[in-house]
């Protein structure tokens, strides 16, 4: 009765698994073309969110900060959360550093902490460049997992 027990239940594991397994796969999107993150600069970027449901509305909208290093082949995208209390972090182009409003944290360009109450640096999601396209896999919030 064991066996058969297990073996009725496979599919009904395979039903309830299936989707959350899809939910993991890395969902690459589009961020732009290289040429719109020059060398040597952080811009703002916004990215719809590959893991939305239909009630989500405009919260499906998702922003992010990309650093260019070196055009065509080295970036960083961070997520806009402070990595303390999630507050939307800023970029000060003069300062050259990213700053959040809510407990005073500050970031270097390169998003390591550079002041405040924030235990570690910015998050960062992956990256590739395909096509002279920037792409981010945004099925995944970047988050602690990413340290390990």
Known sequence: MAVG????????????????R?????QWISLGECAVFPEGTTR???????????TN???IKT???VRCVKTGSEYQVFAINC???????????????FLCPCHGGAYYEDGS????????????????VEAGRL??????????????
């Open 5 to 20: 027990a297990a073996l009725a239940g496979i599919p009904i594991v395979s039903f309830v698994i299936g989707p959350a």
């Open 22 to 26: 899809k939910r993991f796969e890395p």
């Open 44 to 54: 703002f970027a916004t990215f719809v969110n590959p893991l939305r449901q239909p």
């Open 57 to 59: 509305g405009e919260s």
């Open 63 to 65: 922003a992010c900060w």
């Open 83 to 97: 990595a303390h209390l999630g507050c939307p972090v800023r970029w000060f182009e003069q300062s050259r550093l």
């Open 113 to 128: 902490r550079a002041a405040g109450p924030p235990p570690r640096g910015l998050f960062e999601y992956p990256w590739k």
């Open 135 to 148: 792409l981010i896999d945004g099925a995944r919030l970047p988050g602690l997992e990413d340290t390990a």
